[in-house]
Protein backbone atom coordinates (compact mmCIF):
# COMPACT_ATOMS: atom_id res chain seq x y z
CA UNK A 1 0.00 0.00 0.00
CA UNK A 2 1.56 3.81 -1.28
CA UNK A 3 0.35 6.46 0.63
CA UNK A 4 -0.96 9.47 -1.26
CA UNK A 5 -0.73 13.21 -0.51
CA UNK A 6 -3.61 15.33 -1.15
CA UNK A 7 -3.43 16.77 -4.03
CA UNK A 8 -5.88 19.63 -2.94
CA UNK A 9 -4.07 20.97 0.00
CA UNK A 10 -0.51 19.44 0.19
CA UNK A 11 -0.89 17.10 3.19
CA UNK A 12 -2.43 13.60 4.28
CA UNK A 13 -6.16 13.13 4.41
CA UNK A 14 -7.22 12.43 7.65
CA UNK A 15 -7.82 8.47 6.82
CA UNK A 16 -4.33 8.78 5.59
CA UNK A 17 -2.87 10.42 8.61
CA UNK A 18 -4.84 7.91 11.10
CA UNK A 19 -3.37 4.99 8.73
CA UNK A 20 0.35 6.62 8.84
CA UNK A 21 -0.10 7.20 12.86
CA UNK A 22 -1.06 3.22 12.86
CA UNK A 23 2.23 1.96 11.11
CA UNK A 24 4.40 4.52 12.76
CA UNK A 25 3.21 3.18 16.50
CA UNK A 26 3.66 -0.49 15.16
CA UNK A 27 6.78 -0.32 13.96
CA UNK A 28 8.00 1.42 17.10
CA UNK A 29 6.57 -1.24 19.11
CA UNK A 30 7.90 -3.90 17.44
CA UNK A 31 11.36 -1.77 17.98
CA UNK A 32 10.61 -1.67 21.25
CA UNK A 33 9.62 -5.22 22.11
CA UNK A 34 13.52 -5.92 21.27
CA UNK A 35 14.85 -3.90 23.31
CA UNK A 36 14.69 -3.38 27.42
CA UNK A 37 16.38 -1.07 29.22
CA UNK A 38 19.51 -3.02 30.31
CA UNK A 39 20.10 -4.05 26.86
CA UNK A 40 19.61 -0.08 25.92
CA UNK A 41 21.71 0.87 28.64
CA UNK A 42 24.83 -1.34 27.84
CA UNK A 43 24.15 -0.08 24.01
CA UNK A 44 23.74 3.26 25.03
CA UNK A 45 27.24 3.31 27.04
CA UNK A 46 29.11 1.04 24.80
CA UNK A 47 28.12 2.91 20.99
CA UNK A 48 27.01 6.25 22.34
CA UNK A 49 29.09 7.39 25.51
CA UNK A 50 32.98 5.45 24.92
CA UNK A 51 33.49 6.72 21.94
CA UNK A 52 32.94 10.53 22.51
CA UNK A 53 32.91 11.04 26.19
CA UNK A 54 36.18 10.98 28.64
CA UNK A 55 37.24 7.82 29.85
CA UNK A 56 36.19 8.96 33.48
CA UNK A 57 32.83 10.16 32.09
CA UNK A 58 32.62 6.66 30.71
CA UNK A 59 33.52 5.72 34.33
CA UNK A 60 31.16 7.63 36.32
CA UNK A 61 28.39 6.97 33.74
CA UNK A 62 28.99 3.23 33.88
CA UNK A 63 28.66 3.37 37.89
CA UNK A 64 25.33 5.18 38.05
CA UNK A 65 24.30 2.76 35.51
CA UNK A 66 25.19 -0.63 37.10
CA UNK A 67 24.37 1.07 40.92
CA UNK A 68 21.53 2.74 40.34
CA UNK A 69 19.05 2.66 37.29
CA UNK A 70 19.45 -1.32 35.87
CA UNK A 71 18.22 -2.06 39.59
CA UNK A 72 15.37 0.40 39.22
CA UNK A 73 14.39 -0.09 35.67
CA UNK A 74 16.45 -2.86 33.87
CA UNK A 75 13.89 -5.25 33.55
CA UNK A 76 11.65 -3.09 31.93
CA UNK A 77 11.22 -2.43 28.36
CA UNK A 78 11.88 1.11 27.16
CA UNK A 79 7.88 1.34 26.03
CA UNK A 80 6.94 0.53 29.70
CA UNK A 81 8.64 3.33 31.43
CA UNK A 82 6.76 6.01 32.27
CA UNK A 83 7.24 9.59 33.44
CA UNK A 84 5.08 8.30 36.68
CA UNK A 85 7.93 6.13 37.30
CA UNK A 86 11.10 7.91 36.98
CA UNK A 87 9.10 10.89 39.17
CA UNK A 88 9.12 8.20 41.65
CA UNK A 89 12.35 6.90 40.86
CA UNK A 90 13.81 10.28 41.90
CA UNK A 91 12.06 11.01 45.12
CA UNK A 92 13.32 7.70 46.53
CA UNK A 93 16.71 9.04 45.62
CA UNK A 94 16.63 12.03 47.66
CA UNK A 95 14.60 9.74 50.66
CA UNK A 96 16.80 6.99 50.90
CA UNK A 97 19.15 6.21 47.81
CA UNK A 98 22.63 6.34 49.20
CA UNK A 99 23.83 2.73 48.79
CA UNK A 100 26.28 2.76 52.06
CA UNK A 101 23.71 3.48 54.29
CA UNK A 102 20.18 3.65 53.00
CA UNK A 103 20.31 7.66 53.54
CA UNK A 104 18.88 10.22 51.39
CA UNK A 105 20.92 11.50 48.47
CA UNK A 106 21.98 15.48 48.10
CA UNK A 107 19.84 17.26 45.34
CA UNK A 108 23.22 17.49 43.47
CA UNK A 109 23.36 13.57 43.58
CA UNK A 110 19.62 12.61 42.22
CA UNK A 111 20.26 15.20 39.55
CA UNK A 112 23.25 13.68 38.69
CA UNK A 113 21.65 10.22 37.94
CA UNK A 114 18.57 11.89 36.45
CA UNK A 115 20.98 13.30 33.89
CA UNK A 116 22.38 10.27 32.74
CA UNK A 117 19.17 8.25 32.53
CA UNK A 118 17.37 11.45 30.45
CA UNK A 119 20.50 11.10 28.14
CA UNK A 120 19.99 7.24 27.43
CA UNK A 121 16.47 8.09 27.27
CA UNK A 122 16.78 10.86 24.77
CA UNK A 123 19.61 8.86 22.58
CA UNK A 124 16.18 5.97 22.67
CA UNK A 125 14.08 8.12 21.31
CA UNK A 126 16.28 9.93 18.78
CA UNK A 127 17.18 5.92 17.00
CA UNK A 128 13.53 5.64 17.02
CA UNK A 129 13.30 2.90 20.14
CA UNK A 130 10.66 4.92 21.60
CA UNK A 131 8.05 7.16 20.27
CA UNK A 132 8.22 10.17 22.40
CA UNK A 133 10.33 11.25 25.03
CA UNK A 134 9.10 12.62 28.06
CA UNK A 135 11.78 12.21 30.52
CA UNK A 136 12.72 15.88 30.75
CA UNK A 137 9.67 16.52 32.08
CA UNK A 138 10.63 14.87 35.55
CA UNK A 139 10.96 17.33 38.53
CA UNK A 140 14.47 17.82 39.94
CA UNK A 141 14.75 18.76 43.36
CA UNK A 142 16.14 22.08 43.82
CA UNK A 143 19.51 22.40 44.45
CA UNK A 144 21.31 23.95 47.03
CA UNK A 145 23.30 26.69 46.91
CA UNK A 146 26.91 25.98 48.44
CA UNK A 147 28.79 27.72 49.79
CA UNK A 148 32.08 28.29 48.82
CA UNK A 149 35.06 26.97 51.30
CA UNK A 150 38.20 28.50 51.45
CA UNK A 151 41.01 29.56 53.86
CA UNK A 152 41.10 32.78 55.46
CA UNK A 153 44.27 34.99 55.21
CA UNK A 154 45.67 34.10 58.69
CA UNK A 155 44.69 30.51 57.81
CA UNK A 156 46.32 30.42 54.62
CA UNK A 157 49.71 31.77 55.81
CA UNK A 158 49.60 28.99 58.29
CA UNK A 159 49.15 26.54 55.92
CA UNK A 160 51.95 28.19 53.47
CA UNK A 161 54.49 28.24 56.18
CA UNK A 162 53.36 24.33 56.87
CA UNK A 163 53.90 23.50 53.50
CA UNK A 164 57.10 25.38 52.94
CA UNK A 165 58.67 24.24 55.64
CA UNK A 166 57.36 20.26 55.03
CA UNK A 167 60.51 17.79 54.54
CA UNK A 168 58.68 16.74 51.38
CA UNK A 169 58.73 19.08 48.66
CA UNK A 170 55.85 17.52 47.18
CA UNK A 171 53.90 19.78 49.37
CA UNK A 172 55.18 22.89 47.93
CA UNK A 173 52.59 22.03 44.99
CA UNK A 174 49.79 23.78 47.90
CA UNK A 175 51.32 27.59 47.91
CA UNK A 176 51.70 26.46 44.12
CA UNK A 177 48.32 26.25 43.61
CA UNK A 178 47.28 28.85 46.34
CA UNK A 179 48.46 31.43 43.81
CA UNK A 180 47.44 29.98 40.32
CA UNK A 181 44.50 28.73 40.99
CA UNK A 182 45.13 25.35 39.81
CA UNK A 183 42.83 22.33 40.01
CA UNK A 184 44.58 19.33 41.91
CA UNK A 185 44.98 17.20 38.75
CA UNK A 186 46.22 20.07 37.26
CA UNK A 187 48.87 19.87 39.16
CA UNK A 188 49.79 16.84 39.29
CA UNK A 189 49.81 16.27 35.65
CA UNK A 190 52.50 19.50 35.61
CA UNK A 191 55.73 18.82 34.17
CA UNK A 192 58.86 21.44 34.28
CA UNK A 193 58.38 21.72 30.50
CA UNK A 194 55.02 23.37 31.23
CA UNK A 195 57.14 26.27 33.07
CA UNK A 196 58.93 28.85 31.19
CA UNK A 197 61.28 30.44 34.01
CA UNK A 198 62.39 32.89 31.43
CA UNK A 199 58.96 34.57 30.96
CA UNK A 200 57.58 33.39 34.18
CA UNK A 201 54.86 31.16 32.91
CA UNK A 202 52.74 28.31 33.54
CA UNK A 203 50.71 26.46 30.86
CA UNK A 204 48.32 24.03 32.04
CA UNK A 205 47.47 21.75 28.65
CA UNK A 206 46.53 18.57 30.62
CA UNK A 207 45.06 17.12 33.98
CA UNK A 208 45.49 13.53 35.85
CA UNK A 209 42.87 11.85 37.57
CA UNK A 210 42.19 8.36 38.93
CA UNK A 211 40.28 6.23 37.09
CA UNK A 212 38.77 3.01 39.37
CA UNK A 213 38.08 -0.37 36.73
CA UNK A 214 37.55 -3.36 38.27
CA UNK A 215 38.21 -2.24 41.49
CA UNK A 216 41.06 -0.58 41.40
CA UNK A 217 42.48 2.96 40.65
CA UNK A 218 44.48 3.44 37.49
CA UNK A 219 46.61 7.25 37.05
CA UNK A 220 45.56 8.51 33.61
CA UNK A 221 46.64 11.85 31.63
CA UNK A 222 43.94 13.86 29.42
CA UNK A 223 43.29 17.15 28.43
CA UNK A 224 42.01 19.48 31.05
CA UNK A 225 38.20 19.52 32.14
CA UNK A 226 36.89 21.96 29.47
CA UNK A 227 39.18 23.49 26.21
CA UNK A 228 38.99 26.63 28.12
CA UNK A 229 40.60 24.91 31.06
CA UNK A 230 43.68 25.26 28.28
CA UNK A 231 45.64 28.38 29.37
CA UNK A 232 48.76 30.38 30.26
CA UNK A 233 49.27 31.51 33.63
CA UNK A 234 52.03 34.35 34.65
CA UNK A 235 53.80 33.27 38.08
CA UNK A 236 54.50 35.73 40.62
CA UNK A 237 58.17 36.29 40.69
CA UNK A 238 57.56 35.34 44.87
CA UNK A 239 56.94 31.61 43.36
CA UNK A 240 59.92 31.27 41.06
CA UNK A 241 62.16 30.69 43.91
CA UNK A 242 60.55 27.96 45.14
CA UNK A 243 60.02 26.38 41.83
CA UNK A 244 63.37 26.43 41.53
CA UNK A 245 63.81 24.57 44.72
CA UNK A 246 61.66 21.72 43.62
CA UNK A 247 63.45 21.66 40.49
CA UNK A 248 67.10 21.14 42.50
CA UNK A 249 65.39 18.44 43.79
CA UNK A 250 63.17 16.86 41.55
CA UNK A 251 65.15 18.14 38.35
CA UNK A 252 62.77 15.83 35.53
CA UNK A 253 59.24 14.72 34.89
CA UNK A 254 56.90 16.06 36.68
CA UNK A 255 56.56 19.33 38.84
CA UNK A 256 55.47 17.46 42.24
CA UNK A 257 56.21 13.69 41.72
CA UNK A 258 59.17 13.62 40.09
CA UNK A 259 59.38 10.42 38.22
CA UNK A 260 56.50 8.89 38.96
CA UNK A 261 53.06 10.91 38.76
CA UNK A 262 51.31 11.29 42.29
CA UNK A 263 47.90 9.18 42.48
CA UNK A 264 45.26 12.21 43.17
CA UNK A 265 43.62 10.02 45.82
CA UNK A 266 47.38 9.99 47.61
CA UNK A 267 47.97 13.72 47.41
CA UNK A 268 43.95 14.86 48.48
CA UNK A 269 45.01 12.47 52.07
CA UNK A 270 48.64 14.23 52.37
CA UNK A 271 46.82 17.44 52.33
CA UNK A 272 44.16 16.26 54.64
CA UNK A 273 46.69 15.42 56.95
CA UNK A 274 49.05 18.30 56.77
CA UNK A 275 45.66 20.27 57.81
CA UNK A 276 44.84 17.87 60.42
CA UNK A 277 48.60 18.33 61.94
CA UNK A 278 48.35 22.22 61.52
CA UNK A 279 44.65 22.13 63.63
CA UNK A 280 43.47 24.23 60.32
CA UNK A 281 39.80 23.59 59.49
CA UNK A 282 39.03 20.18 57.22
CA UNK A 283 38.60 21.76 53.63
CA UNK A 284 38.73 19.98 50.52
CA UNK A 285 41.67 20.33 48.05
CA UNK A 286 39.93 22.81 46.02
CA UNK A 287 39.43 25.14 48.47
CA UNK A 288 42.76 25.93 47.75
CA UNK A 289 41.28 27.21 44.06
CA UNK A 290 38.44 28.75 45.80
CA UNK A 291 41.03 31.03 48.20
CA UNK A 292 42.91 31.76 45.26
CA UNK A 293 39.85 33.80 43.74
CA UNK A 294 39.18 34.75 47.06
CA UNK A 295 42.28 36.82 47.40
CA UNK A 296 42.52 38.01 43.97
CA UNK A 297 39.54 39.70 44.22
CA UNK A 298 40.20 41.29 47.82
CA UNK A 299 43.60 42.66 45.78
CA UNK A 300 41.47 43.91 43.22
CA UNK A 301 41.57 41.81 40.22
CA UNK A 302 38.87 42.40 37.33
CA UNK A 303 36.95 39.63 37.24
CA UNK A 304 37.43 38.95 33.67
CA UNK A 305 41.24 38.41 34.30
CA UNK A 306 40.34 36.13 36.81
CA UNK A 307 38.47 34.29 34.69
CA UNK A 308 40.45 33.36 32.34
CA UNK A 309 43.24 32.64 35.21
CA UNK A 310 40.80 29.68 36.55
CA UNK A 311 40.18 28.57 33.20
CA UNK A 312 36.02 29.79 33.24
CA UNK A 313 34.22 29.45 30.41
CA UNK A 314 33.15 32.86 30.95
CA UNK A 315 33.43 35.44 33.58
CA UNK A 316 29.84 35.07 34.39
CA UNK A 317 30.48 31.85 35.58
CA UNK A 318 33.57 33.46 37.69
CA UNK A 319 31.00 36.24 39.15
CA UNK A 320 28.33 33.44 39.76
CA UNK A 321 31.28 31.37 42.15
CA UNK A 322 32.55 34.02 43.63
CA UNK A 323 30.02 37.02 44.12
CA UNK A 324 30.29 36.35 48.17
CA UNK A 325 34.09 37.39 48.03
CA UNK A 326 33.21 41.05 46.44
CA UNK A 327 31.29 41.90 49.86
CA UNK A 328 34.26 43.60 51.42
CA UNK A 329 35.06 45.44 48.04
CA UNK A 330 31.43 46.47 48.26
CA UNK A 331 31.29 47.58 51.46
CA UNK A 332 34.47 49.80 50.83
CA UNK A 333 32.99 51.41 47.48
CA UNK A 334 29.92 51.97 49.81
CA UNK A 335 31.85 53.80 52.85
CA UNK A 336 33.73 56.01 50.36
CA UNK A 337 30.48 57.06 48.93
CA UNK A 338 29.59 57.60 52.44
CA UNK A 339 32.11 59.98 52.84
CA UNK A 340 30.22 62.95 50.75
CA UNK A 341 27.81 63.34 53.24
Not at 220 to 238: A, D, G, W, Y
Not at 298 to 303: S, T, Y
Request: with cysteine; aromatic share 6%; glycine share 6%.
Amino acid sequence: MHLQISQTYGILTMNQSSLCHTILCGFFRRKENLMNITTWLGEWLECTIRPTAKERTYTRYHEIVAQHLIPAFGSLELSDLTQAELQKFTSDLSAHGNLRDGSGLSPNSVNSILAVMQNAMKTAYQMGYIPAYTADRVRRPRMEEKKIACFTATEQKKLEQAALTDRRVKMRGIVLCLYTGLRIGELLALEWSDIDFAKGELTVSKSCHDSKKDGHYDRRIEPPKTKHSNRVIPLPKQLMPILREMKQKNPTGYVVGGEKIIPVRSYQASFALLLKKQNLPHRGFHALRHTFATRALECGMDVKTLSELLGHKNPTVTLNRYVHSLMPHKHEMMNRLGKLL
